[in-house]
């Protein structure tokens, strides 16, 4: 069991981090590469200001060391928390220098450990680095093997700055990306009194999972931000406004719509998201981010239609399920039908399946956008006996015999077999965002 821990990076992460584990009643040695900051911190003096830090070192400091030496610090511990930064590149992109140094440290120091060593990094990290730049270099540099002789996770921090010491006591959740059963352990032993779920994942899902909450934060500031500027202009108070949309946590703040796979229709968000669009037009200012979320979902349909190009055998598909959503006839901006308009378009012959939709209702609704004859509406079953079959979610109460798909070209856009892994794991299955 891990009683000794490295922190490698005395940052706002590190730092805060080192003084949290010491409290949680673990002997931690702090390393830096600066050694000014750690001259510094052996004088007990702190580099940052973070609100509570000062006497929290204080009170744990026979627990807390701290050393410019990485051989040291891992020498010392059964484990290191890796919190160096991520800054970005002049292009925008991550520069990973410090990230790969120190797992080029760790891997000289793990050549000449005698026992199994955990290597865990909190440092935000793009999807794939785990794989494919920091487990390869601990193994060359130490010449040994993960899962072997040592472990290792990507387990994100999500503390903020002004409120980290809480923060790192209390997270919204605790993700720990890795594929060793014996790192996540030692981890959930460390996490164990912390009261939040907990969360074992492979590397890349938990690498992005870090992209996508700053992301989403960036885009709910966004969001709150131009709904606020437009609400302004006819004369309602932004802050009420978005104090009762967070009051619904329902709908709005909730899972709901938050689940990658087709693009949205219906006769409610794409007529609403266009009244406002219209309205804000003529006011004469620029919301880019509103603006953006009709072209971003119908680039969505375009993808459909490039996964469809890309692997269907012969211009033939069959589109299961035609209305808007699931338990309905309504066809009003489907994005099913967009499909269809982008494959015939391309030269596609399409077929459709729904129970609850036939041609007449598409006509009535799309006028000539569609060509759509009555008998392009075939039975379940010989839409099923088809080779390229699409999948929009719209209908689900599909036939139980897997074998029925084996063979069938299954592009899933909606995830109606996302919870069945005989179909899943077919090599013809085909689907947008897993
Ligand atoms: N600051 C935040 O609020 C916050 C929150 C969550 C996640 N993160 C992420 O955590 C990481 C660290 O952030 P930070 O704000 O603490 O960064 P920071 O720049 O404050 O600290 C990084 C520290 O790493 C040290 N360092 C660099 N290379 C080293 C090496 N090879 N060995 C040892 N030390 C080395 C630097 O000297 C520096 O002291 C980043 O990836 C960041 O995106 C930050």
Known sequence: MVKNIAVIGLGYVGLVGSACLAKMGYNVIG????????DMLKKGKLPIYEEGLDELFQEVKSKLEFTTSIDEAVKKSDLCFVCVGTPSKKDGSVDLTYVEQAAKEIGESLKSLDKYYYVVYRSTIPPTTSQELIIPTLEKYSNKKY???FGYAFN?????EGSAIYDFFNPP???????????????LEIYKSMPNEKIVIPFVEAEMVKYVDNIWHAIKVDFANE????????GADGRLVMDVFCKDRKLNISPTYLKPGFAFGGSCLPKDVKGLLSLIKKKNIEEPLLESVLPSNYSHIKKAKHLIEEHAEG?????????????????????????AKELLDSGFKVYYFDPLVNAEKVRKTFGDFIDIKDEDFISLENAINKKNLVFTGSFTNLPKDTSLYKNKNIFDLNGVFYDIPEIRSLETYYALCW
């Open 31 to 38: 390393m830096d590469i600066d050694s000014s900051k750690v």
């Open 147 to 149: 899962q072997k002789d």
């Open 156 to 160: 994100p921090e999500f503390l903020r």
């Open 173 to 187: 959740k605790t993700v720990i990306g890795t594929t060793d059963e014996k790192t996540a352990q030692e981890l």
């Open 227 to 234: 709904i606020g500027y437009a609400a302004k202009q006819f």
């Open 315 to 339: 211009k033939e598909v069959v589109i299961l399920g035609v209305a808007f959503k699931p338990g309905t006839d309504d066809v009003r901006e489907s994005p099913a039908i967009y499909l």
